[in-house]
């Protein structure tokens, strides 16, 4: 069974750090390109990390120098998004999501998404 699931989100005051984690199983992770998105009700999914098949990675503006995204983790089949210095504006369920065409261009389909893990930041 193809699956991505998503681990790491919790309740972190505001400045601190998490790492949220993409786990792949069922298909290995190696030439799909990896998004990591975020949405909070009411608003639009917001990409907020892309990394292509060839490890190339890619950021909006609005989470450069905070966010960085893992290169694949081959033995785990993981992905890995580190986020320092969180705003309570990052407060969101956090998802990833496979694209067996290994780019990050915009509007890139993705094929495979995980269930979410849901970061707080509040103090």
């Known amino acids: 069974q193809v699956q991505l699931v998503e681990s790491g989100g919790g309740l972190v005051q505001p400045g601190g750090s998490l790492r949220l984690s993409c786990a792949g199983s069922?298909?290995?992770?190696?030439?799909?390109?990896i998004g990591w998105f975020r949405q909070v009700p009411g608003k639009e999914r917001e990409r907020v990390s892309c990394l292509s098949s060839n490890q190339a990675a890619y950021y909006p503006a609005s989470v450069k120098g905070r966010f960085t995204i893992s290169n694949l983790d081959t033995k785990k089949n993981t992905v890995y998004l580190q986020i320092n210095s969180l705003k309570p504006e990052d407060t969101a369920t956090y998802y990833c999501?496979?694209?067996?065409?290994?780019?990050?261009?915009?509007?890139?389909?993705?094929?495979?998404w995980g269930q979410g893990t849901q970061v707080t930041v509040s103090s």
């Open positions: 069922g298909f290995s992770l190696e030439d799909y390109a």
């Open positions: 999501a496979a694209s067996a065409r290994g780019l990050c261009v915009s509007g890139a389909t993705f094929d495979y």
